[in-house]
C-alpha cells in the first residue's frame, strides 16, 4: 500500500477492525492459501487481485483492484475514504450485516421501518436519503429498482468513469458519510434526520478541503466552481 496512498491514509486503514470484515462462511478477501488473515495479505488482495464482496445471499459483485486504487484517489478527506472502502467491503454496520453476524437486531430500517436496512438502502435509496441526493447539487435519482448495488454502482462512476468528475466524486463520497452520520445520530441520539443540514455540510465540506488543497475543478475543458 505504500507509495499508493499518503501515510495519514494507511494510519486509518490500518485501524480498521479486521476481525469484523473477516467472516468464515462468506469469504470476502482472497487471501493466503493456508486461510489465515494477515493484514499485510490482506491490504495485498485488494491492492492486485480481484476481490469478491459478497453482498446478498444470491448476488454478488466482483470489484476490481482498479476500484481499490481509484477509492484511495478520491479527493476527499483521509476519514471520508475509509467510510467509503468500509462501506464497500460491507463492514458497515447497517442492520443487514449486523443480523447476518448474528447480532440480535431487528433487521428492518431503524428509520423507514418497512425495508431490510441494507448499505444501499441506508445512505442510497430509502425515501430520505433519496431526497438528499436529489436536493444536492448533484441531483442525483436513485430507485431501488435500478440502483442494484453499491459494488456495481462505484465501479461504474470510479473505474468506468461514467457521470461523475472528481469534484462530484468527492461529493457524492461525504454525502455518504453525512448520511450515515445524521442516521446514526436518528437512531441513539433520538434526532430527527435533517436534509438542509446534511446537504449544506456536504457542499461546505468539499469546497473547504479542495480550496485548502488547492485543486480546482474541471470539467470537459471548463472550469465550473
Ligand atoms: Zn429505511
Not at 112 to 135: D, M, Q, R
Not at 177 to 184: A, D
Request: proline share 3%; charged share 30%; net charge positive.
Amino acid at each position: 500500500m505504500r507509495g499508493l496512498v499518503s501515510e495519514e491514509v494507511l494510519g486509518w486503514i490500518v485501524k480498521v477492525p479486521l476481525n469484523f470484515i473477516n467472516r468464515k462462511d462468506e469469504p470476502v478477501w482472497k487471501v493466503a492459501r493456508n486461510g489465515k488473515y494477515e493484514v499485510k495479505k490482506g491490504y495485498y488482495a485488494t491492492k492486485n487481485m480481484n476481490t469478491k464482496v459478497v453482498d446478498r445471499a444470491s448476488s454478488s459483485t466482483v470489484l476490481s483492484g482498479e476500484l481499490w486504487k481509484k477509492v484511495w484517489r478520491i479527493k476527499a478527506l483521509p476519514k471520508i475514504i475509509h467510510f467509503i472502502w468500509r462501506c464497500l467491503v460491507r463492514a458497515l454496520p447497517v442492520r443487514e450485516e449486523l443480523a447476518r453476524r448474528k447480532c440480535r437486531v431487528p433487521v428492518n430500517c431503524p428509520i423507514c421501518n418497512k425495508e431490510v436496512e441494507t448499505i444501499e438502502h441506508a445512505l442510497f435509496t430509502y425515501p430520505w436519503a433519496k431526497s438528499v441526493w436529489f436536493g444536492s447539487e448533484l441531483a442525483l435519482r436513485f430507485e431501488k429498482a435500478s440502483f442494484g448495488n453499491l459494488g456495481s454502482w462505484c465501479m461504474q462512476v470510479l473505474v468506468e468513469e461514467k457521470f461523475l468528475d472528481d469534484f462530484q466524486l468527492a461529493y457524492v463520497a461525504w454525502l455518504m458519510w453525512l448520511i450515515w452520520k445524521e442516521r446514526n445520530n436518528a437512531v441513539f441520539e433520538f434526532k430527527a434526520v435533517n436534509l438542509v443540514k446534511v446537504i449544506n455540510e456536504a457542499s461546505k465540506a468539499v469546497r473547504e478541503f479542495w480550496e485548502a488543497k488547492g485543486w480546482t475543478r474541471w470539467w470537459k475543458g471548463k472550469m465550473r466552481m
